[in-house]
């Protein structure tokens, strides 16, 4: 059973970079797309952006200039970096598998990071 | 740009039918599908491919898309199913993720 695991920081300061990570076991990055979707306090699910194993990628245009996700074939794992964050990127943050079967839905998540940011 | 629109909240009377609607143009041509999400928790996947069950999913569960509408329905409601529900699709002009701003269900 695959399971998604995250770590990271609950707590960034105003202008810093928010980093996080999400483990994947009992399956491996390849031949998957892997996700990084947050939800602010109240609100709606906004995909930030989503990875290919090989490194291909495909931002939010609203977050674009800020992002980075990654993957480490190595460890399993794929990470997110939104710099410059703001009060407005107070947010819980899943990662999350992709399918790309037809339809393209998300069949796994990971437990969810709530990041604050505040000084 | 493409939206996914739902009605912010339903309501429902234990073991009666809920439908929880989500619109986009021309909505039938794409796949549909569908996440709970309780309080604190992760969204799950409960329906995808506009009709299909993951395992583990009650049967009570179930979908369908045709014209600008795609709609999950939940025969004989129980307090549990009691959650907000998100509509997704793909919209492959863009390859990006479409997700509706979501519907509280209220069984009472």
């Known amino acids: 059973q695959v399971q998604l695991q995250q770590s990271g920081p609950g707590l960034v300061k105003p202008s810093e970079t928010l980093s996080l990570t999400c483990t994947v076991s009992g399956g491996s990055l390849s031949s998957y797309y892997w996700t990084w979707i947050r939800q602010p306090p109240g609100k709606e699910l906004e995909c930030i952006g989503y990875i290919y194993y090989t490194g291909t990628a495909n931002y939010n245009p609203s977050l674009k200039s800020r992002v980075t996700i990654s993957p480490d074939t190595s460890k399993n794992q794929f990470s997110l970096k939104l710099n410059s964050v703001t009060a407005a990127d107070t947010a819980v943050y899943y990662c999350a598998r992709l399918s790309p079967v037809a339809g393209w839905f998300f069949d796994h998540w990971g437990q969810g990071t709530l990041v604050t940011v505040s000084s | 740009s493409y ?16 439908s929880v609607t989500c619109s986009g143009d021309k909505l039938g041509n794409k796949y549909a599908c569908w996440y709970q999400q309780k309080p604190g ?18 049967e009570r569960f179930s979908g369908s898309n045709s014209g600008n509408t795609a709609t999950l329905t939940i025969s004989g409601t129980q307090a549990m199913d009691e959650a907000d529900y998100y509509c997704q699709a793909w919209d492959s002009n863009t390859a990006w993720v479409l997700f509706g701003g979501g519907t509280n269900l209220t069984v009472l």
């Open chain 2, 3 to 18: 939206e996914l629109t739902q009605p912010p909240s339903v309501s429902v009377s234990p073991g009666q039918t809920a």
């Open chain 2, 41 to 58: 928790q992760s969204p799950v996947l409960v329906i995808y491919q506009n009709t299909k069950r993951p395992s583990g999913i009650p």
